[in-house]
């Protein structure tokens, strides 16, 4: 069962740092100006967490980055308990680790979904998705080996209009590819950050319930 503390540990200074040192100048007594680019990310970023992006970027970043900065915290006991629900779904998992890819099934099974994989060849799991009907695709933006998580929800999206929730501990990339998502679980993750965002997608119209 997921305890918060899965494979990969988010390095707060690592990680999160990135994206402060990117868009931090927005909060400055005289706001830095960021590129385009940046502001896209920001703003897609912001949707998949069901925030606000039709505002002045600071204010965006400012509610983007307390999110993020949360979830980076492992849940106190009991939290967990509080997970939201959605009608089952057919879910698709593609993890490359398997003690994660089966917490994660166990997790999906519980709140009642069905579940097809885990995979961790992204060339199987677009084979799979041509014979069944997936509501939802959870892919681990960064496997290994020959894997490429972003290729592959890419693939998933135009080829069967599958959308993508990225589990991921990489927060830069999450944010460079936030608009191949609907959805957005940054690793450390519980339980109940899992069924969240799950709930969100739903209820924002972008999986189908």
Known sequence: MFDGTLKTTLDEGAELAQLRALYDGLLAPSPAEISDEARIDLDAMARIFDLDADRPPAGVWRDLRAVLTRQAVP?????????????????????????????????????????????????????????HGIDLALVDINLVGDGDGVALARALKDTWGVPVM????????????????TALVLKPYGRRDVLAAIARAVDSGAVAA
């Open 166 to 181: 990225f589990l991921s501990g990489d927060v830069a990339a999450a944010a460079r590819h936030a608009r191949l998502a």
């Open 75 to 131: 849940l106190q006991a009991g939290e967990d308990d509080q997970a939201p629900t959605t009608p089952p779904l057919t879910i698709m998992v593609v993890e490359d680790d398997p003690v994660t890819a089966a917490d994660l099934m166990d997790v999906l099974v519980e709140a009642g979904h069905g579940v097809v994989g885990p995979f961790s060849d992204p060339a199987a799991a677009i084979t799979a998705a041509g014979l």
